[in-house]
Each structure stands twice: as C-alpha cells, then as structure tokens.
C-alpha cells in the first residue's frame, strides 16, 4: 500500500538555523511527491513538489530530492525564519496510469516548526 | 486566478443533526477532492469527484456523502452527526491534465459538534 512516514516534531529552531525533516514513503506504483505547509488557520499550501526519482522540487529557499533507492524526499532550509513557523505534511499522490483521474494524497502526520527570533 | 474556496468557515452543530458543506473549485479545475483533519488522526481522504461522480473513496462510513454539480463546485454532507465528527474538512481541487497531479487546497470548513 501507499504511506508517508515523517519525523515526529516539534522541530524548535533559532533563526538562520539549518533545516532538515525527514519523509519516507512507501508507493505500489510511481508517485509524485509533495511537501505542503499549514499555517495557524489555515489550510494547506503547496511547498514544493517532484514527479520522477531525481527530481529537485524547491522553492522559497526550501529544497528536497526526490530518492527512490532511499525511498525519500527531506525537506531542507539553509536558513530558517520566523515566519516560516509553520506544520509541514509531506505528501504522495500514487497515479498508476498516466491520465488516471485518481486523486487522492497520502499525507504524513506532520512535523511542527518552531523558528525563534 | 482566484483560489478554492469554502463555505461556510465555521459551524457549529449538534449532535444528531447534518450539515451540508461547499467548496468552489479553482477555475478550470475538474477534480475536487476532501479531506477530514483532526489532531488524533491527521489528514484523511474523504472522497474525490470528476465530472460529477465519485472516483475514489476513503473509509468513512456512510454518512459521509458528497456531490459534484456540472460547474464542478462540490458539497459533502455529514448526517446524524457524532462528536467525534468535529474536525476540519479541507476541499482540494486539481487540474487532470500533467502527470504530478498536485492539489491546490481552500481554507477550510472547522465544524464543531456540540
């Protein structure tokens, strides 16, 4: 079956500190994968994402790879901010067959994080 | 473009009522999909629309249901409600064409059962 694992938080850093959270994932067939943040009251926004082994998904300095013998996709920061606080889902989407309609992600618990000044 | 939206954004029900949640789909997007988080159990898929019928269904009993006009605007429906229905129910829509399939997500309904 399709899971994502990541790793458990809160994640409490100091500004300019490096990021790394972790996210493992188990697929049947070729999944595309995504990393979502939530901030407080809200719902989720698309981070970044990446379709085939290899792919580099970045963006707002964020930056994760996507491994397929490591089955993997971390999410890293060089230098975090406060107001990138936030719960970050990493996420799969399993499409078995190329213009399959089938959509639903399988997310992973989240991880809070916590940026201080 | 504007982005998904969802009515209304908060609601607060009584136990053994039903209540009737909607979602507007970004412009051009066909799917629709929702999602159910709470703090125990995270984010679950509820079920996910294109062209007006139901593709894929997670495992929710009955009483959660949904539909999906022509416009593709969606509603789902929770009857008899429970307690352990307050939650917040995300509606996520996507455009079928391309192979990542990414989901773009509205605001949320926070429902509260009392």
């Known amino acids: 079956g399709n899971s994502v694992t990541q790793m458990e938080g809160p994640v409490t850093l100091s500004e300019e500190a490096f990021l790394t959270i972790n996210c493992t994932y188990t697929?049947?067939?070729?999944?595309?994968l995504f990393w979502y943040v939530q901030y407080p009251g809200e719902g989720l926004q698309l981070l970044l994402k990446?379709?085939?082994?290899?792919d580099k998904g970045s963006n707002k300095g964020f930056e994760a790879t996507y491994r397929k013998e490591t089955t993997s996709f971390h999410l890293e920061k060089g230098s975090v901010q406060v107001s990138d606080s936030a719960v970050y889902f990493c996420?799969?989407?399993?499409?078995?067959?190329?213009?399959?309609?089938?959509?639903?992600?399988?997310f992973g618990r989240g991880t809070q994080l916590t940026v201080w000044p | 473009k504007a982005g998904v939206t969802q009515t209304p954004r908060y609601l607060i029900k009584t136990r053994g009522q039903q209540v009737t949640l909607s979602c507007s789909p970004i412009?051009?997007?066909?799917?629709v999909s929702w999602y159910q988080q709470t703090p125990g159990q995270g984010l679950q898929f509820l079920f996910e629309?294109?062209?007006?019928?139901?593709?894929n269904k997670g495992n929710f009993p009955g009483r959660f249901s949904g539909r999906q006009f022509s416009n593709s605007r969606s509603e789902m429906n929770v009857s008899t409600l429970e307690l352990g229905d307050s939650a917040l129910y995300l509606c996520?829509?996507?455009?079928?064409?391309?192979?990542?399939?990414?989901?773009?997500f509205g605001p949320g309904t926070r429902l509260t059962v009392t």
């Open positions: 996520a829509s996507s455009s079928t064409s391309g192979i990542s399939y990414e989901q773009y």
């Open positions: 629309y294109f062209s007006e019928t139901q593709r």
């Open positions: 697929a049947t067939g070729y999944p595309s």
């Open positions: 990446a379709t085939k082994a290899d």
């Open positions: 412009s051009g997007h066909r799917s």
């Open positions: 996420a799969l989407s399993d499409r078995r067959n190329r213009g399959s309609t089938l959509g639903r992600l399988y």
